[in-house]
């Protein structure tokens, strides 16, 4: 009798179901081990305080801003590209200030000279600085077709009056230009200081002559013929 029975369940049972008994045991299998594992590592982390970060925000510790030197200079061309077909001089801009609380003050009056470094040989420039501070130095350009196309330095050096100390534009903070050649501009002349001259357009005086116009001429009337009176006959 068992013996049926087990060949009449070994027929009727497919290779799916076994399948599908063994991974739900799996499953469980792997369940349980995931528990055992988790429990342990939570009742070790109990004793563990929670780790914490402080912001110091306080500038104990840290470098304070350097305060401005005294007294500053620098130096600088407005056109880094003259052309030397359109002018044979060029400024060259240098402030020499005295840092008084925070705010720049014109050093005055001061002596600077600007160290040219052409590619032939340096050539000192002198210039006094105004009420402000400000010097400008005349460089010439003219006959420098060696430094075309070359970046020419120029270094400041300022020499103020009693119990000021000098200051120099070294050559790491200098002033840059580089000449290149240029069109000449000949339809507009731009003088030193002043605004272009533009020529005014020219006025053209029209003349306008009148036409007569003739009357038209009148015909003549004729006439009328004049019908001579009859003399009347003489009564007898």
Same mark, same amino acid.
């Given at each position: 009798m068992r013996q049926n029975i087990w060949k009449r369940w070994k027929t009727t049972t497919s290779p799916s179901l076994y399948l599908k008994y063994g991974a739900t045991l799996l499953l469980l299998l792997f369940s349980v081990l995931v528990v055992s594992c988790g429990g342990g590592a939570t009742n070790a982390? @109990? +004793?563990?305080?929670?780790? &914490?970060? /402080?912001? =110091?925000?306080?500038?104990?510790?840290?470098?304070?801003?350097?305060?401005?030197?005294?007294? /500053?200079?620098?130096?600088?061309?407005?056109?880094?590209?003259?052309?030397?077909?359109?002018?044979?001089?060029?400024?060259?801009?240098? #402030?020499?200030?005295? =840092?008084?609380?925070?705010?720049?003050?014109?050093?005055s009056p001061a002596q600077g000279t600007a160290t040219v470094l052409w590619a032939e040989g340096s050539v000192n420039v002198t210039a006094n600085t105004t009420s402000?501070? *400000?010097a400008i130095f005349p460089v010439s350009i003219a006959n420098k077709s060696a430094d075309l196309n070359k970046i020419v330095l120029v270094t400041i050096a300022f020499q103020g009056p009693q119990g000021v100390p000098p200051c =120099?534009? &070294?050559?790491?903070?200098?002033?840059?230009?580089? *000449? $290149?050649?240029? /069109?000449? =501009?000949? !339809?507009?002349? $731009?003088?030193? +200081?002043?605004?272009?001259?533009?020529?005014?357009?020219?006025?053209?005086?029209?003349?306008?002559?009148?036409?007569?116009?003739?009357?038209?001429?009148?015909?003549? !009337?004729?006439?009328?013929?004049? #019908?001579? @009176?009859? /003399?009347?006959?003489?009564?007898?």
């Open positions: 982390n @109990l +004793g563990q305080p929670d780790v &914490t970060v /402080t912001i =110091n925000l306080g500038q104990g510790d840290g470098s304070p801003t350097p305060p401005l030197p005294g007294y /500053t200079c620098s130096a600088w061309v407005t056109n880094t590209s003259p052309g030397m077909n359109n002018s044979s001089i060029i400024g060259v801009y240098a #402030k020499f200030v005295h =840092n008084v609380n925070g705010n720049p003050q014109g050093v402000d501070g *400000l =120099n534009v &070294t050559i790491d903070r200098a002033a840059f230009f580089t *000449l $290149v050649i240029s /069109t000449p =501009n000949t !339809k507009s002349t $731009v003088p030193v +200081g002043g605004s272009p001259t533009v020529n005014p357009p020219e006025t053209v005086t029209a003349t306008y002559s009148p036409t007569t116009i003739p009357s038209p001429t009148q015909s003549p !009337k004729p006439c009328p013929t004049v #019908k001579p @009176l009859r /003399t009347p006959t003489p009564c007898p």
